[in-house]
């Protein structure tokens, strides 16, 4: 079933920006999706268009069969939606900035209060309900929004850039934590320009770029569309490397330092026994670039400066 379908849609903004061109999109039921293009692709304004900020100029938007040209409300009351910006009452508790939307949504009080309870304990914000949003440190705020996002329980959740400025544990807290809740059922669409987000999340991902989804495919099969992938060795002690073939060819940086350029389909496994043949002792060997960035690469043929993990 499909939760997203997005027709032929199109955004002009005033000044004649064109930022989305006829942009067609399926999400399916129980996806975690991502939506992945540099600054200015045309994420947000997708987005808006799903949420209501944004009024297409045309296409067609559908959410779990409800139209969204035809019932707004009802395509409103299955997302959850969970932006950049922190847009809280700070003076508010926790507790009331959650269960007041519930309260939107016209869920009554028994069962918003215990939605509300059970997401501040599953977020580790309980210890803070009764505290002005004020208080919060930003890892908690963004938890508290995304409590708030999902609190009338939303078949699908979008996530405009949830980890943007986060430190790297609390990101993977948020990480372990969507996860859960994807495997739970709930639908999950993220934009980032944070690949490394999209590639540990994410199975299936759109790359957008100046309004138009270049490339639509389930994350499996684009990482393994790559051409080739570079890892960076580090040596034990400095080596001559084995000559080059079509399958590997390696870079000398410094005596203890080698890139190699590695074919698609070799396994690490196989450039290690080739090495241990050759003499060579490898201390470490990871891969030198996100793999999402060099797919960017190879789709648009160059690096993009929104694109930096
Ligand atoms: P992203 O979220 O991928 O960074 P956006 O959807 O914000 O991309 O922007 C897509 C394009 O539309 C950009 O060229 C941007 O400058 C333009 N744009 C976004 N919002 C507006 C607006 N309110 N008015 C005019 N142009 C806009």
């Known amino acids: 079933m499909e939760a997203l379908n997005i027709h032929q849609l199109r955004k002009t903004y005033g000044a004649g920006v064109e930022a989305l061109k006829g942009v067609d999109l399926k999400v399916q ?20 268009i799903l ?16 139209d969204l040209d035809v019932s707004p409300s009802r395509v409103k009351a299955q997302l ?59 890892g908690m705020k963004r938890r508290l ?16 850039e949830p980890t943007a400025g986060l430190d790297i544990e609390l990101r993977r807290s948020l990480w372990v934590y969507l996860q859960k809740r994807n ?15 999209a590639e540990a999340l994410c199975n299936r991902v ?22 080739k992938q570079t890892f960076l060795l580090e040596l034990a002690e400095s080596a001559t490397m084995p000559a080059d073939d079509e399958q590997i060819q390696y870079r000398t940086l410094d005596p203890l330092t080698v ?24 201390q470490s060997m990871r891969p030198k670039a996100n793999r999402l960035e060099e797919l960017f690469i190879d789709l648009v043929g160059k690096k993009s400066k929104g694109l930096t993990a």
């Open 51 to 66: 949420t209501g900020l944004v009024n297409k100029t045309s296409g067609k938007v559908r959410v779990f069969d409800e």
């Open 183 to 197: 495997e739970a059922g709930l639908t999950i669409i993220l934009t980032t320009h944070y690949l490394e987000e």
């Open 80 to 138: 959850g939606v969970m932006t950049q910006e922190l847009n809280f009452n700070i003076f508010e508790s926790c507790w009331n900035t959650v269960n007041f939307q519930a309260g939107y949504y016209g869920i009554d009080w028994k069962e918003a209060s215990r939605r509300t309870e059970q997401l501040l304990r599953d977020l580790e914000l309980w210890d803070k309900a009764k505290q002005p949003v004020r208080n919060l440190s930003g």
């Open 145 to 160: 929004m995304l409590a708030r996002a999902l609190v009338h329980d939303p078949k699908v959740l979008i996530l405009d």
């Open 206 to 227: 759109a790359i957008i770029d100046q309004g138009t989804i270049l490339r639509d495919a389930p994350m499996r099969d684009l990482l393994g569309q790559l051409k």
């Open 29 to 48: 039921q129980g996806e975690f999706f991502a939506l992945l293009g540099p600054n200015g692709a045309g994420k947000s304004t997708l987005i808006g």
């Open 259 to 282: 890139e190699a350029d590695m074919a698609h389909g070799i396994t690490m496994n196989e450039v290690f026994e080739r090495l241990i043949r050759a003499g060579v002792k490898v």
